[in-house]
């Protein structure tokens, strides 16, 4: 009923309409819608409150969580640096300090460390026992180092004397080949009565590799190669060749088989004269057929057969001039 007269008295608007009681009770009503506001306020304060609460607790947890990642980072970091230090011996704060001050490509970084993970993969598995395994075999590698070194000093001194040996040995040579050059020359003359007769090299430049080329011009004939001339040219032309190193580097004693099988009776008597100047020199045991040969010769050996089915060897002194059998 209060309620009804309130509300037509604000409706009518008029102070003096309002009965006594219900002007008693204005005030309290008033108050009451005070109240009200005031509860209607302060239930949005405590709400905003909450929210506010809330939001604190909520920066405070992503706080928390970001100076944890904070610490683990910084952990994380100096545990890398001093295994960088330790491994690699590289001091990344010293390399790295004002890194974080210039831009980066990060796409290239990120490149560098895929490359670098690829290098790491591709090494294979780690072997803990290498540095064990480097102490023990480095005395080993320093063993066959000096080992090695040795080597290639000996192998410097071979080439060296090689080269002295070689260099000595084109000087002999050269020496040896001229001087038998011109005991050829003179023999040759000597047996043919006559020509002439020449050797050389067919590459001056390496005497001791290369070939020798005679070129024998017998009387009557043009020069030509020894391989152009005929059975007992060849032989004459080869025992002057023979004659000439013996003449040059004298041999004790040297053996002739068959030398003068395809010589005529006119070379044959040069060929024995020629050997009997070389007596001097050396001896010959030659074995021949030819009867000019043996007729030279100061003791012959043979074979006979007094009895069928027994050979004899048999001797003979020219000096002596005893009767033997006949030889074989």
Same mark, same amino acid.
């Given at each position: 009923?209060?309620?009804?007269?309130?509300?037509a008295w604000l409706e009518s608007g008029d102070p003096d309409?309002?009965?006594?009681?219900? &002007?008693?009770?204005?005030?309290?009503?008033?108050?009451?819608?005070?109240?009200?506001?005031?509860?209607?306020?302060? &239930?949005?304060?405590?709400?905003?409150?909450?929210?506010?609460?809330?939001?604190?607790?909520?920066?405070?947890?992503?706080?928390?969580? +970001?100076?944890?990642?904070?610490?683990?980072?910084?952990?994380?970091?100096?545990?890398?640096?001093?295994?960088?230090?330790?491994?690699? @011996?590289?001091?990344?704060?010293?390399?790295?300090?004002?890194?974080? +001050?210039?831009?980066?490509?990060?796409?290239?970084?990120?490149?560098?460390?895929?490359?670098?993970? @690829?290098?790491? +993969?591709?090494? @294979?598995?780690?072997?803990?026992? &290498?540095? &064990?395994?480097?102490?023990?075999?480095?005395?080993?590698?320093?063993?066959?180092?000096?080992?090695?070194?040795?080597?290639?000093?000996?192998?410097?001194?071979?080439?060296?004397?090689?080269?002295?040996?070689?260099?000595?040995?084109?000087?002999?040579?050269?020496?040896?080949?001229?001087?038998?050059?011109?005991?050829?020359?003179?023999?040759?003359?000597?047996?043919?009565g006559g020509g002439k007769a020449d050797v050389f090299l067919?590459?001056?430049?390496?005497?001791?590799?290369?070939?020798?080329?005679?070129?024998?011009?017998?009387?009557?004939?043009?020069?030509?190669?020894?391989?152009?001339?005929?059975?007992?040219?060849?032989?004459?032309?080869?025992?002057?060749?023979?004659?000439?190193?013996?003449?040059?580097?004298?041999?004790?004693?040297?053996?002739?088989?068959?030398?003068?099988?395809?010589?005529?009776?006119?070379?044959?008597?040069?060929?024995?004269?020629?050997?009997?100047?070389?007596?001097?020199?050396?001896?010959?045991?030659?074995?021949?057929?030819?009867?000019?040969?043996?007729?030279?010769c100061d003791r012959l050996y043979g074979i006979t057969m007094?009895?069928? @089915?027994?050979?004899?060897?048999?001797?003979?002194?020219?000096?002596?001039?005893?009767?033997?059998?006949?030889?074989?």
């Amino acid at each position: 009923m209060i309620a009804s007269r309130y509300r037509a008295w604000l409706e009518s608007g008029d102070p003096d309409q309002l009965e006594p009681e219900l &002007a008693a009770l204005l005030p309290v009503l008033q108050q009451r819608a005070r109240r009200q506001e005031l509860r209607a306020a302060q &239930a949005e304060r405590a709400a905003a409150v909450t929210a506010l609460r809330t939001q604190i607790e909520q920066r405070e947890a992503a706080w928390h969580e +970001a100076q944890m990642a904070l610490r683990e980072t910084a952990v994380r970091t100096e545990t890398l640096v001093a295994r960088v230090q330790d491994e690699l @011996g590289l001091d990344l704060a010293a390399r790295y300090a004002d890194y974080e +001050a210039t831009e980066q490509d990060w796409a290239a970084v990120r490149a560098e460390i895929e490359e670098l993970r @690829g290098k790491i +993969a591709r090494l @294979g598995n780690v072997n803990l026992d &290498a540095l &064990a395994e480097l102490a023990e075999l480095t005395p080993r590698y320093e063993h066959m180092t000096a080992q090695r070194q040795d080597l290639l000093d000996s192998i410097g001194q071979l080439e060296a004397l090689i080269a002295q040996l070689d260099e000595e040995s084109r000087t002999r040579f050269a020496a040896a080949f001229e001087e038998i050059r011109g005991h050829f020359q003179e023999l040759f003359r000597k047996l043919f009565g006559g020509g002439k007769a020449d050797v050389f090299l067919e590459d001056p430049a390496r005497p001791l590799e290369c070939g020798i080329e005679i070129i024998a011009r017998p009387p009557g004939k043009e020069p030509q190669s020894i391989s152009l001339l005929s059975g007992g040219e060849k032989t004459m032309t080869a025992v002057a060749l023979l004659l000439a190193v013996f003449r040059s580097r004298p041999s004790p004693f040297a053996i002739l088989d068959e030398v003068d099988a395809a010589l005529d009776e006119s070379n044959v008597d040069c060929f024995n004269s020629l050997l009997i100047e070389f007596l001097s020199l050396s001896q010959f045991v030659v074995i021949t057929h030819n009867k000019r040969t043996m007729a030279c010769c100061d003791r012959l050996y043979g074979i006979t057969m007094e009895e069928p @089915g027994v050979s004899k060897r048999v001797s003979v002194r020219f000096e002596e001039r005893v009767s033997t059998p006949s030889v074989a």
